[in-house]
């Protein structure tokens, strides 16, 4: 009896060793399957399309090089309770991350952003063409979203457009956002910055449509920053008189397919609803994408009588209070170098 108890006895043993081994053996191979794929190469673009599946993605994954086993991948997703938590979007990997760490990134949704540089003074459609050069959005999806009236009344802005709330900034942007996403997160932007400028704005009477817009046009007149103020200034004086603004940048913004050569025929046609030799007042909105400069110019214009300014060729400009003064700057410094 004690001799057939001692041979079950190392009967289980045995079955427990080969369990332990095999266990052992499995759980070598599960370590295996989640290290890292590599100990060098360059970071991997890898997309999460959206709706896709765990198995999809874990098997891209493995066809990338991103990790050893699909199939290890995925059951370290369901282990972890995070088969359903996938993020789309456009990541940055690497071949010496482990399974784990591959799986942390694309369940927090810590996507690859591209770099969006907009300059002051852009028009719409210019940075339209900027967006899709990032890969960011199509450039007339961008365009359908920015000039939707019901989507800019959504965002709090004035007017039937979004032209002039397109905020100039350095963006991080992810790839896979919907056009309207992008557009807004410009918008909320420029809301950042008028909430600081308003109060100014209320205490001068002034909508915020009437200062994008008269910003536009003073972003578009003067590359140099200390002269904001006065062109600001300038133009605010010839409103309160009635005078016309008189201004090239709003005539070639209403000039479809614009060649370069601004004429007297150009000047003189009254069609054009921008066309501000014509028509008394401000054009009927933005010409441009003002930056935060621009804007507080308006809301803080310089205190002087000027009503005339003529570019010296140099960036900058001269600027008269009368029509006299303002003539013979133009005979010296355009009509003279105009002769040469």
Same mark, same amino acid.
């Given at each position: 009896m004690k001799l057939r108890s001692r041979r079950v006895a190392l009967a289980l043993l045995a079955v427990m060793g080969a369990a332990a081994v095999l266990?052992?053996?499995?759980?070598?191979?599960? /370590?295996?399957?989640?290290?890292?794929?590599? =100990?060098?190469?360059?970071?991997?673009?890898?997309?999460?399309?959206?709706?896709?599946?765990?198995?999809?993605?874990s098997r891209d994954l493995e066809r990338a090089g991103l990790v050893r086993n699909a199939l290890a991948f995925e059951w370290?997703?369901?282990?972890?309770?995070?088969?359903?938590?996938?993020?789309?979007?456009?990541?940055?990997?690497?071949?010496?991350?482990?399974a784990e760490r591959v799986l942390a990134t694309i369940t927090a949704g810590n996507v690859k952003t591209h770099e969006l540089a907009l300059? =002051?003074?852009?028009?719409?459609?210019?940075?339209? !063409?900027?967006?899709?050069?990032?890969?960011?959005?199509?450039?007339?999806?961008?365009?359908?979203?920015?000039? !939707?009236? =019901? &989507?800019?009344?959504?965002?709090?802005?004035?007017? !039937?457009?979004?032209?002039?709330?397109? &905020?100039?900034?350095?963006?991080?942007?992810? /790839?896979?956002?919907?056009?309207?996403?992008?557009?807004r997160t410009l918008v909320e932007q420029f809301l950042v910055v008028w909430a600081e400028i308003a109060p100014a704005a209320e205490a001068g009477n002034l909508s915020m449509r009437k200062v994008?817009?008269?910003?536009?046009?003073?972003?578009? =007149?003067?590359?140099?920053?200390?002269?904001?103020?006065?062109?600001?200034?300038? &133009?605010l004086n010839r409103l309160r008189l009635?005078? /016309?603004?008189?201004? !090239?940048?709003?005539?070639?913004?209403g000039i479809p397919g614009f060649d370069g050569n601004l004429t007297r025929a150009h000047l003189e046609d009254a069609s054009n609803p921008y066309n501000t030799y014509r028509i008394v007042g401000l054009p009927p909105g933005p010409i441009a994408n003002p930056g935060g400069a621009a804007l507080r110019a308006v809301v803080e214009p310089a205190e002087t009588e000027y009503l005339y300014f003529v570019s010296r060729n140099d960036g900058t400009h001269v600027f008269s209070r009368s029509y006299r003064e303002h003539v013979n700057a133009v005979n010296r410094y355009q009509r003279r170098a105009s002769s040469r």
């Amino acid at each position: 009896m004690k001799l057939r108890s001692r041979r079950v006895a190392l009967a289980l043993l045995a079955v427990m060793g080969a369990a332990a081994v095999l266990m052992l053996a499995l759980g070598l191979s599960a /370590r295996r399957a989640l290290s890292p794929p590599g =100990e060098a190469g360059e970071p991997v673009a890898f997309e999460v399309r959206r709706g896709a599946s765990l198995q999809s993605v874990s098997r891209d994954l493995e066809r990338a090089g991103l990790v050893r086993n699909a199939l290890a991948f995925e059951w370290l997703a369901r282990w972890r309770n995070r088969a359903g938590e996938l993020r789309a979007g456009e990541y940055e990997l690497s071949r010496r991350l482990s399974a784990e760490r591959v799986l942390a990134t694309i369940t927090a949704g810590n996507v690859k952003t591209h770099e969006l540089a907009l300059p =002051e003074g852009l028009t719409a459609v210019q940075i339209a !063409d900027r967006v899709e050069a990032a890969g960011l959005a199509e450039a007339a999806a961008f365009l359908a979203a920015v000039r !939707d009236p =019901e &989507f800019a009344a959504s965002l709090g802005v004035e007017g !039937d457009t979004l032209e002039g709330y397109l &905020f100039p900034e350095t963006y991080q942007l992810a /790839r896979g956002l919907a056009p309207r996403a992008v557009v807004r997160t410009l918008v909320e932007q420029f809301l950042v910055v008028w909430a600081e400028i308003a109060p100014a704005a209320e205490a001068g009477n002034l909508s915020m449509r009437k200062v994008v817009t008269l910003a536009s046009i003073v972003e578009k =007149e003067t590359g140099a920053p200390s002269e904001r103020p006065l062109i600001a200034a300038v &133009f605010l004086n010839r409103l309160r008189l009635g005078m /016309r603004l008189e201004t !090239d940048p709003t005539v070639i913004y209403g000039i479809p397919g614009f060649d370069g050569n601004l004429t007297r025929a150009h000047l003189e046609d009254a069609s054009n609803p921008y066309n501000t030799y014509r028509i008394v007042g401000l054009p009927p909105g933005p010409i441009a994408n003002p930056g935060g400069a621009a804007l507080r110019a308006v809301v803080e214009p310089a205190e002087t009588e000027y009503l005339y300014f003529v570019s010296r060729n140099d960036g900058t400009h001269v600027f008269s209070r009368s029509y006299r003064e303002h003539v013979n700057a133009v005979n010296r410094y355009q009509r003279r170098a105009s002769s040469r």
